[in-house]
Structures are given as structure tokens and as C-alpha cells.
């Protein structure tokens, strides 16, 4: 099957430096790939890179090919981004409610009656690991709820999306070991299902979790580095 995503050569810049990259890999179908390296190495960037969605005066080059198109810099789209799904490190959550911020997104994506869309965020609610906590509540607001909880509401908004590629930013930095545990399990759940990208600052975790790593180095100003074992 060809791969979800392929990166040829990808370069970020800003104004006067190369922050990130060359860098190539690929993600294929179902496989659950490490982005490491020291902090300011470029993992958020080229997460960001991958769905199109790089800050203002940031710049982009190299092939990126998702699901066999080829996204030029500045035409990523809402199709794009409900195939490959980013949970950034720090989790927004929208105001609404628990159940409006984990429909948030499908509601775009999935023409369907509220009872399918229902059972669907339901459904990622159970598999991000949060259903225990919040069924009895899922009509409070969403800032009721902690760091941790907020963080695992946004993975089951990503999940319900049931994207190809998911694409996770230190998903288990805010959360104690319990509910690390728990996403834990989620992402080892996925392999095999969805490709997933994951940025982790701990080797034991990735180790776990990984089959396949890509090291960012710190980058310099002549010759940034990947290698991917
Ligand atoms: N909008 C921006 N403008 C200029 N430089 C930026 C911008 N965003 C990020 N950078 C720079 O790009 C480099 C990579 O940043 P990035 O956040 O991707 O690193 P990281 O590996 O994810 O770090 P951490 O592990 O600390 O989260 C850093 O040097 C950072 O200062």
C-alpha cells in the first residue's frame, strides 16, 4: 500500500536561517514513527510543515506528498487536515461544551444525523481514555476540565476524525502517570490502524510505543541533520 505520508528534502526557513531539515521520511499505513531530538531541533515545526500550517514567516520547501498528492507550500486544505491530524502540545479547546469541542471538526468533515455523530465522538471520548471522567458531564464547558483531561479531550477530537495520520506533539507531557498509561494504550491501539507520528522527550516511551525513529539534530547554521534508524 503506498505510504500516508512522504517528505523529500524538507527544509524550513525562516527569514535569515534554515531551521529545520533537510529531512526524509515516510510514514506508512499503520506504522507508529518517533520524531526526537533536543529542544528547538524542529519536531513542532515539522509537524506543523506536515499539515500545511507553518507560522507567518516561516517558509517551507522540499516534496511533501499526502495520500499521493502533492501539497505545494500555502495549499493545504480542511481535506488535508481531517486526513492528517495534528494534536498540538499545548491543547485548545474551544468554547462549548465537552461533547461540542470532541464534535468539533467531524461536524465539518461527516454529513451525517447528530445521533452517528454522537456515538462516533462518544466512541473517541472511550479510546483517548476520558469517557469515565466526563460522561456524566459531557454538557459543561470544556475549560472545566484540567491540563491532562483538556489534553486527551483533543486527542479524542482528533480520533473521531479517523484520520489516516495522526500527528502528536508530546501528547503525554501534562499528564500524570496514570493517564499517560491510558494514552499510552491508545496509541499502541492505533498501530496497525493509523499511521501516527509522535514527538517524545522520553526515550522509554518511544522505545515502547515506536517502530521506526527520526532524529532531529540540533540544527546549525551549515548543516542540520536527520537520521532515521
Ligand atoms: N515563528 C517562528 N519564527 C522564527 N523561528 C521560529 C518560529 N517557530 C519556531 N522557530 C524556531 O524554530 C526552531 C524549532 O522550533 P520547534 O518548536 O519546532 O522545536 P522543537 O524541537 O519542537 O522544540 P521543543 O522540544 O522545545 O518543543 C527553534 O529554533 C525555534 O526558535
Redesign the pocket.
Known amino acids: 500500500m503506498d505510504n500516508i505520508i512522504t517528505v523529500r528534502h524538507l527544509r524550513?526557513h525562516?527569514?535569515d536561517k534554515t531551521?529545520?531539515g533537510p529531512v526524509s521520511f515516510s510514514l506508512e499505513p499503520g506504522s507508529t514513527t518517533g520524531l526526537c531530538?533536543?529542544?528547538?531541533?524542529?519536531?513542532?515545526?515539522?509537524?506543523?510543515a506536515l499539515v500545511d500550517l507553518?507560522?507567518?514567516?516561516?517558509t517551507r520547501d522540499g516534496d511533501l506528498q499526502v495520500l499521493g498528492r502533492t501539497i505545494a507550500p500555502g495549499k493545504g486544505d480542511a481535506n488535508l487536515r481531517a486526513k492528517v491530524v495534528l494534536v498540538p502540545?499545548t491543547p485548545v479547546v474551544f468554547g462549548g461544551s465537552i461533547l461540542d469541542n470532541a464534535l468539533f471538526g467531524l461536524r465539518h468533515v461527516l454529513r451525517a444525523p447528530r445521533k452517528v455523530l454522537r456515538e462516533r465522538a462518544e466512541q473517541a471520548l472511550h479510546e483517548a481514555g476520558l469517557w469515565k471522567e466526563v460522561s456524566d458531564r459531557l454538557d459543561a464547558p470544556a475549560h472545566t476540565l484540567s491540563v491532562g483531561q483538556r489534553q486527551r479531550l483533543c486527542l479524542a477530537r482528533a480520533l473521531a476524525l479517523e484520520p489516516a495520520a495522526l500527528l502528536l506533539?508530546?501528547p503525554t507531557s501534562a499528564l500524570d502517570e496514570q493517564s499517560r498509561d491510558t494514552v499510552e494504550k491508545t496509541i499502541a491501539a492505533l498501530h496497525g490502524r493509523r499511521a501516527v507520528l509522535l514527538?517524545s522527550?522520553d526515550p522509554a516511551q518511544v522505545e515502547r510505543l515506536c517502530d521506526t525513529i527520526i532524529r532531529?539534530d540540533q540544527?546549525t547554521a551549515t548543516s542540520p541533520t536527520v537520521t532515521v534508524s
Request: charged share 15%; net charge positive.
Open positions: 524550513v525562516s527569514r531551521l529545520v531530538g533536543p529542544s528547538g531541533a524542529g519536531k513542532s515545526t515539522v509537524l506543523r507553518l507560522p507567518n514567516g516561516l502540545q506533539d508530546e514527538v522527550h532531529l540544527p
